[in-house]
């Protein structure tokens, strides 16, 4: 056993090897000898174990700058990979929700105007230049933003109800996938969740006989991710705003999407808008960035100047506050729904490009697949908005179905770009609306490779 641990060859041998010469240009010397040193340990250990032969020991003395070099590869791989997205949800959680618009601008390549006043050549707030747009685009009198939705509640409740009781209807204590739990961001915050009405029906009178001297606000939260259908009921927003503002008490909305357009425009059920609830008496609403908006992960509180100003002064916003990325990015997206452009947000192309452009481009991708022997079939398929939106509503789309196993679907999802489909009926559905148009020629090769893969790998007697 002892002169198999010698036919093991010295790092400083290794570093010869013609490709790992190459690889410390690359990647670094310090980080191929460490690579080196953790594969030949790896091998030590086998042969300790007594788990080769003669002849594998021989092997995998070879194999061993293949392997190095493997493993510096796995280690400078980006962490989150690029994933194309054809399932057909648009604000998809896992994938990172809305796209960011790009390119990327130019501010965030160089030093930036973040906290200063360039016209003063003095200290700036961090918010100011932004706070402006986004009263504009929603039509309120102050705004603040932090990291998320999450936070912007926490902000809300801390800053004006902690210690105090909120009141909130039984139908509306929701949780939102990844631990978003209504309930528990209110503890978090350290108001008392004052729950009232039924699952399905809450009246005003409910919120009515509920306040006391210890109320700080009535809060109303957007029944993401679910519908309840049938025998239901809750108050109108403006009921709920008059009946607070008789007891001196806000009305908070945790309105989550930000809806800022009328969605019948796209043939969805009409959701209330951002503005539309504080036109009804809101006295703050607050929504994530990155869903219907279509910008960075954000929380974006917005209404009246009294319950808005004291949460930028709080000393929780300093942890709470967004980075320079989400600024700059989210001031492009706003930028972009005053203008108008909204095809200049991946969301809203998505959204808007029409069933002939996607039955077009399914046609030229499932022509492409099938000349390299993929037996691909345009198909109609429905999509959805996704992130909590219009849960139960659709849109049509179209895609391209493959007849396949889960192993198809495995070995696309594995191909480098990612390609995430769904399998529908013994078939792989790619839905076309959250592919982006400039990824179609990569969806056409990571699926040629993907149903290849399975065949020549029996081929090759694996
Ligand atoms: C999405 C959502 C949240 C959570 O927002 P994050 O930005 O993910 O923190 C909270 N409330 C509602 C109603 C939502 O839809």
Redesign the pocket.
């Known amino acids: 056993m002892g002169s198999h641990f010698r036919t093991i060859p010295a790092v400083h041998r290794l570093l010869e090897e013609g490709s790992l010469r190459e690889a410390v240009a690359d990647f670094g010397r310090d980080q191929v000898v460490a690579a080196c040193r953790a594969e030949t340990e790896l091998l030590r250990q086998a042969i300790a174990d007594e788990k080769l032969t003669d002849a594998s020991v021989a092997d995998e003395c070879n194999d061993l700058p293949r392997r190095i070099l493997a493993q510096l590869r796995e280690t400078s791989r980006e962490a989150y990979v690029r994933i194309i997205n054809a399932t057909g949800i648009l604000i998809h ?1 896992n994938l990172g ?1 809305a796209p960011l618009p790009y390119p990327f601008p130019a501010s965030l390549e160089s030093y930036l105007a973040l906290e200063y006043d360039v016209m003063a050549g003095s200290r700036g707030q961090r918010l100011a230049p932004l706070r402006e747009r986004l009263c504009t685009l929603v039509g309120s009198e102050s705004a603040v933003m932090v ?7 926490v902000l809300l409740l801390t800053t004006h109800a902690a210690g105090r009781q909120v009141i909130v209807s039984r139908s509306e204590l ?1 949780e ?1 996938g ?1 631990s ?1 739990r ?1 309930p528990m ?1 209110m503890e978090a915050s350290g108001a008392q969740l004052v729950e009232v009405g039924c699952t399905n029906r809450t009246h005003l009178k409910d919120y009515e006989d509920a306040i006391t001297q210890d109320t700080a606000a009535l809060l109303v ?5 679910f519908k309840i259908v049938g025998f239901t009921a809750s108050p109108p927003i403006s009921e709920l705003a008059s009946l607070a503002h008789r007891y001196n008490l806000p009305l908070f909305v ?4 930000g809806c800022i357009h009328d969605l019948s425009r796209w043939g969805l059920p009409h959701e209330d808008t951002v503005s539309e609830l504080l036109g009804a008496g809101s006295d703050v609403v ?6 219907l908006l279509g910008g960075p ?3 974006i509180l917005v209404g009246t100047g009294n319950w808005i100003e004291p949460l930028g002064k709080h000393p929780l916003y300093r942890a709470l506050r967004p980075d320079k990325t989400a600024l700059v990015t989210m001031d492009r997206t706003i930028a972009a729904h005053h203008s108008g452009q909204l095809e200049s947000i991946p969301l809203y192309a998505m959204l808007e490009t029409s069933l002939e452009t996607l039955k077009r481009r399914a046609q030229s991708v499932g022509r492409r697949l099938r000349q390299q022997g993929v037996p691909a079939r345009g198909c109609s398929t429905r999509a959805a908005l996704g ?3 219009t849960p139960t509503e659709t849109i049509s789309s179209y895609g391209l179905a493959i007849a396949g196993n889960q192993e198809l679907a495995d070995n696309l999802r594995r191909s480098d770009p990612s390609v995430v489909g769904r399998f529908e009926n013994e078939e792989l559905v790619l839905d076309l609306r959250t592919v982006l148009p400039g990824q179609d020629k990569e969806l056409v090769s990571a699926t040629c490779r993907a149903y290849g893969a399975p065949q020549s790998r029996q081929a090759g007697g694996k």
């Open positions: 959680t929700r990291n998320n939705n999450a936070a912007a509640l929701i939102i990844g978003f209504l961001v939260a957007h029944q993401s991710n945790d309105q989550g999407s607050c929504f994530s960035g990155d869903k992960q954000a929380g992130g909590g939106t």
